[in-house]
């Protein structure tokens, strides 16, 4: 009889525990800090993609393309999609990665999204939309630097545990080693407090004040440094303080003159991950 | 233009001026192999039959007195003398040692690297823009200075797009940035490696007929459905509409027949169906330039449009390719 | 010499040592054979896949597909970088732990020592070494397959900068050819010792049997042809583990990041000069014994002498000396001036010369001749045909203008094929039902050896000749899917005959592994010389017993005194006295 009720009690020790230790190690709150990328000044003209060589990138684009990277709104203030907003310190907790994988998808001959977060050690599941052959490569410098082709529409690569990327790193390049013009950028946080400024695709006519609009949300109550992050125009940092349920807005302004800091590619020569 | 040009038939056709003597060395070498093995094979083939061992007969311990290897060989050591210093040797001199003069050439920079061949063209100015590889990004794939070097404004930087002059001797100065590539258009007989660390010339010059939209409209053939296969037809396009009987129009000129094996053999079957009796089709791109050289996990996919056009065309390209894009929306 | 033979006692040695760790050439011959025989079918195996991919661009492969690593294959379809890396290994295994441990440490080790007269090799424990070393190699190269790499990519030839800055199996690759070199290096010193010391009293140079020539003549290649190879391998080695530049140029920029901390200076057209200093002698090491082989074989069912055996020697001696300098030949297109490709044209084109000797000499032979179509034979006059084919599509290949068009093409891969698969690998068959009574007692089953050798010619023929046509097409070599390019997609019709042609192959090797293992323990037992020969190894017992001979054999005669006039005996063995 005692015996029974000592084994009883470890399971139930045993179930509170792993239960416990499930959950998410991070706190969330109710702060949300939110806002507007724009470009102060005159901003650059766009540079224009033409999709030769490929036959089904020419197709789905017959005319030439906006670069995603020297993309700004003039019409809407100088608002600048594709950047990466996110809390660059403040945050000491660890947090675990949701269960979802991240979904990058090549889709006529663009990788969609162009710009993306993820928090370290999430999956990722990596599409091929298209029918050609797209050569994904990623240029990590800490996270696994993988290259690897997907000829056929529908291949999806999974990629779990050791092989997604599990280390803070801003940003990660992920480039198509076919397309030129294809990459996309990945910022890898120990924590889930970033957005993207979004673009006319998500902000179609009618919605504009969308554009270049970030939202970072659920944030606990703290004094933080936020950055926002872009391919070409570079990163910029404001500090912010929030309360619990308190709404801030705040906007940043990127210029000519900051520099983007090339995100530092790694040479593949030494350290790749999956070299013997 | 010769009619009816095929792709997949022996030599491909040859659209440059020196194409003919490479084919020319190429059939003479297969006759002179085929003189040797049909000899050969028949006496080869003369003994299996009448030198079976037979009951009460036996080998003959020293058959053959004759002299007559000994002159075969020499026969043939002529042959090969004949073909080195008589056909290969002078086609390979002057490929490599006779570059066309400085100003009648033609000059385009081609840069591969994995997985597409940069085409580099000077622009009106004639002078090439300054690279330097600290710039290149998948927008600037070359590193052309383009802030730096005023030279540079009016250079043009292609991917997979190399479009060429005809009637005019080009030259073309191929390099790598990264592994060993291979450049290769089996239709002008012209195939150099490329090699990371070295800049090596070519030269040749493309017939002044053989432009690329004659060319397509040339190369116009009707398989029969039976044997029309997507993977032997997903780089054509219609000919002309199909039309089936009822006057109902299946596909427009111009059309394909799908990006995938799978597409592309319902959109046959369809065909079939509604009583297509066979498809004239003809190769959306004739000409190309392909990788000859293990170049990594894409380099089947490494192949660039070639389109040659004449001086006028030649110029009205450039033009467009230095006309600003406008985009409405931003 | 006798003493040596009897010091061992090998009636108490233990299992292990007898057939495991054995000094005895036989063993260790018959060693090598069996784990070429199985790292050849390997290679068979993964161009076997390779060729659905190639047949059916994009689809997946049935049964297989879904057994394959996530390097090789998504959802039962190849990828580009898993087509890489099975070719490359299918090159690699084929020749390096496939035809060379086969026809040179299967059957040279076996015959040679027994065709000399001779109780063993000269150095019996280097022998043994070299086939362990040669089997480490093997599982190394066999084992990277099975890492997460999935084995290197980069083509059998392994040019950088591709090579360095792959992130496959390649450093496995090279470490494993570093205990395979080794290991060739060990064996080719035993040869040529051997065969210069040990022979018969009685058996002068010129006496011996063409098959041992091939052999010394191979056996220098190795020697000299492969340190080269081994030193080149040891500093790719360095260049990609360390990062040094002895390959890599100055200035790369590999996927838009430039790799600035190279110190560059290097030249990837160093290592092809290295490489395929080896390499050139490497593809006449494969070609050699399997002449030899065949040599042996229509002299003995042909019951006459070999028509030219002088010029037969001297031609394989002068095509030993040439092989060291035509190597440049396979690299006609990296930039090469006149001066250079001069040179390699003209001795590529002399090289064909003794070619054309030996060839036009194995011919003759069959003039005059009392043919026997045993198993052996068919292999040996089919190789005849086969090898010409091989040999003479190699003209416009050596040809620099001609090479423009077709370098890097499957015109080439139809050549090097047709010489090895139909030319050595049935002169390996030939050998195999030839010399599997001496090994065993036994004599392999004729019926299921015809139906082994039909099929197979005519299935080999169906897989290789469509790729000249390809070649001269157009379509390129190592194309994950040749329906890419106009070219291979107007000529895919043929793809399909040389995949067909391939599986159906495969089928046609079924009678042959069952005859063999059936025939060890159930073949019809046969004398000591079953097949009337006249050279030494027959007059040994069937096995031989450890030392061979029970006498040391004296030889009177020439190898192959058949029909011999006034000789009521239609052959006369090297060590019996002829009557006058």
């Not at chain 1, 940043?252 to 991950?273: C, T």
């Not at chain 2, 003919?20 to 006496?43: C, E, S, T, Y």
């Not at chain 2, 007195?65 to 056909?87: D, H, N, R």
Request: charged share 15%.
């Amino acid at each position: 009889m005692n015996r029974q009720i000592g084994m009883t009690w470890l399971a139930a020790v045993f179930a509170v525990g792993w239960a416990a230790s499930s959950a998410v190690a991070g706190e969330m709150g109710s702060a949300v800090i939110k806002g507007r990328v724009v470009y102060e000044g005159t901003p650059p003209k766009p540079k224009a993609i033409k999709m030769t060589g490929d036959q089904h990138c020419m197709t789905a684009h017959t005319k030439p393309v906006p670069a995603q990277g020297t993309i700004v709104y003039t019409k809407d203030g100088n608002a600048i999609p594709y950047t990466f907003v996110y809390i660059k310190s403040g945050i000491n907790d660890k947090y675990d990665p949701p269960g979802d994988p991240i979904v990058l998808n090549q889709h006529n001959c663009t990788y969609e999204p162009h710009v993306f977060g993820m928090v370290a050690g999430q999956g990722m599941n990596i599409v091929n939309s298209d029918p050609t052959n797209h050569n994904i490569h990623s240029l990590a410098k800490k996270n696994p630097a993988f290259n690897f082709a997907q000829p056929s529409k529908d291949m999806v690569k999974e990629l779990r545990g050791n092989d997604t990327f599990t280390k803070p790193e801003v940003m990660v390049k992920i480039k198509c080693d076919v397309h030129a013009w294809m990459s996309t950028y990945c910022g890898v946080m120990t924590h889930p407090f970033f957005d993207v400024t979004k673009d006319h695709l998500e902000a179609p006519k009618g919605q504009e004040a969308q554009r270049g609009a970030f939202s970072i949300e659920k944030l606990p109550a703290g004094e933080y440094e936020v950055a926002a992050w872009h391919e070409t125009f570079g990163e910029v940092k404001q500090k912010v303080t929030v309360a619990d349920g308190e709404t801030k807005e705040i906007v940043f302004k990127m210029g000519s003159g900051a520099k983007a800091e090339a995100p530092a590619a790694r040479e593949v020569i030494l350290g790749s991950e999956n070299k013997s | 233009m010769p009619p009816d040009l095929h792709y997949g038939r022996w030599s491909p056709p040859d659209f440059s001026l020196h194409g003919h003597n490479i084919d020319q060395l190429i059939d003479v070498v297969h006759v002179f192999m085929l003189a040797l093995f049909i000899p050969w094979g028949l006496f080869f083939l003369y003994c299996l039959l009448k030198y079976r061992q037979k009951p009460g007969q036996s080998a003959q311990y020293n058959p053959v007195k004759a002299k007559i290897s000994k002159y075969a060989e020499i026969g043939v050591a002529v042959v090969e003398v004949f073909l080195l210093v008589g056909l290969s040797m002078p086609v390979w001199a002057q490929y490599k040692n006779d570059p066309p003069a400085e100003d009648e050439r033609y000059t385009v920079r081609v840069i591969a690297q994995q997985f597409q061949w940069n085409a580099h063209y000077a622009g009106a100015d004639g002078v090439f823009g300054k690279t330097d590889a600290s710039l290149i990004t998948e927008l600037n794939p070359i590193g052309l200075m383009e802030e730096q070097d005023p030279h540079a404004a009016d250079d043009i930087v292609t991917i997979n797009d190399i479009h060429l002059p005809v009637g005019r001797p080009i030259y073309m100065r191929l390099t790598s940035l990264d592994v060993i590539h291979s450049f290769f258009i089996p239709t002008m007989r012209v195939k150099q490696d490329v090699i990371p660390g070295m800049e090596v010339p070519i030269w040749f010059e493309i017939d002044a007929w053989a432009l690329s939209d004659d060319i397509r409209g040339n190369m116009t053939a009707a398989t029969p459905i039976e044997k029309a296969s997507w993977y032997k037809l997903r780089h054509h396009i219609f000919a002309e509409d199909v039309v089936t009987g009822d006057g109902e129009v299946m596909a427009a000129a111009g059309d394909h027949l799908g990006e995938s094996y799978k597409a592309g053999t319902e959109r046959i079957a369809e065909l079939r169906e509604a009583g297509v009796k066979e498809l004239v089709m003809q190769p959306r791109h004739p000409l190309q330039v392909v990788c000859a050289q293990l170049c990594g996990n894409s380099h089947f996919k490494m192949a660039a449009q070639l389109i040659t056009h004449d001086e006028a065309g030649f110029a009205a390209w450039q033009a467009a390719q230095k006309q600003a894009v406008e985009f409405e929306d931003f | 010499m006798s003493d040596h033979a009897h010091s061992h006692g090998d009636h108490d040695l233990p299992f292990w040592k007898k057939y495991v760790f054995s000094v005895d050439h036989k063993v260790i011959g018959v060693q090598y054979a069996l784990t070429a025989l199985v790292f050849l079918f390997f290679g068979f195996s993964l161009m076997m896949i390779m060729r659905w991919q190639l047949a059916y661009p994009g689809r997946p492969i049935p049964l297989i597909g879904a057994m394959l690593s996530g390097t090789l294959a998504a959802d039962g379809v190849l990828v580009g970088d898993g087509y890489n890396i099975l070719g490359a290994m299918h090159g690699t295994i084929m020749v390096f732990l496939g035809i060379v441990p086969l026809a040179v440490g299967g059957f040279g080790n076996f015959v040679l020592p027994l065709q000399i007269g001779a109780p063993d090799m000269a150095f019996p424990r280097l022998n043994m070494a070299s086939y362990w070393v040669f089997f480490v190699g093997g599982v190394i190269m066999i084992g990277s397959m099975f890492t997460k790499t999935s084995g290197a990519g980069s083509g059998w030839t392994m040019y950088p900068p591709l090579a360095v800055t792959a992130a496959y199996g390649e450093t496995i690759w090279l470490v494993g050819m570093v205990f395979l070199i080794t290991s060739s290096l060990l064996g080719s010193v035993n040869f040529i010792v051997t065969t210069i010391q040990l022979r018969a009293r009685g058996l002068s140079f010129f006496r011996l049997p063409f098959f041992v020539w091939a052999q010394l003549v191979t056996a220098f290649l190795l020697l000299l042809a492969f340190p080269p190879l081994e030193a080149a391998a040891a500093l790719q080695l360095m260049d990609r583990v360390v990062g040094t530049s002895f390959f890599m140029p100055e200035g790369l920029v590999l996927s838009t990041v430039h790799l600035s901390h190279l110190s560059g200076g290097g030249n990837p057209v160093l290592w092809q000069h290295l490489f395929w200093f080896l390499a050139h002698p490497e593809v006449y090491v494969l070609i050699l014994p399997g002449m030899g082989i065949i040599a042996e074989v229509i002299a003995n069912n042909t019951r006459k002498p070999l028509w030219g055996y002088k010029s037969l020697v001297y031609s394989v001696i002068f095509l030993g000396f040439m092989s060291f300098i035509v190597w440049a030949h396979h690299m006609f297109m990296t930039g090469m001036g006149t001066t250079l490709s001069t040179f390699f044209q003209a001795t590529t084109m002399i090289i064909s010369v003794p070619s054309v000797i030996i060839l036009t000499c194995l011919i003759i032979s069959l003039y005059g001749a009392a043919i026997r179509f045993t198993v052996p034979m068919l292999f040996a006059l089919a190789f005849l045909p086969m090898f010409a084919i091989g040999g003479l599509t190699g003209l416009p290949l050596g040809l620099t203008a001609s090479d423009i068009q077709l370098h890097d093409t499957y015109y080439v891969i139809g050549h090097f094929h047709y010489v090895v698969a139909p030319g050595t690998i049935f002169a390996m068959f030939a050998g195999i039902y030839y010399w599997f009574p001496k090994a065993t007692g036994r004599k392999m089953s004729d019926w299921l050896g015809k139906l082994h050798f039909w099929p197979s010619f005519i299935f080999i023929n169906a897989v290789f000749m469509p790729m000249f046509f390809q070649g001269m097409a157009g379509v390129l070599r190592r194309q994950y899917d040749q329906t890419e390019q106009l070219a291979g997609a107007a000529s895919h019709g043929l793809t399909l005959m040389s995949s067909w042609g391939a599986w159906l192959l495969a089928l046609a090797q079924i009678p042959f592994i069952v005859n063999f293992f059936w025939s060890i323990w159930k073949g019809q037992r046969v004398s000591d010389n079953p097949w009337h020969a006249t050279t030494l190894e027959w007059a040994a017992p069937s096995p031989p017993p450890h030392g061979n001979f029970p006498a040391v054999p004296v030889v009177y005669s020439g190898p192959y005194e058949y029909s011999v006039p006034g000789v009521s005996e239609d052959f006369c063995p090297q060590n019996v006295a002829l009557e006058a």
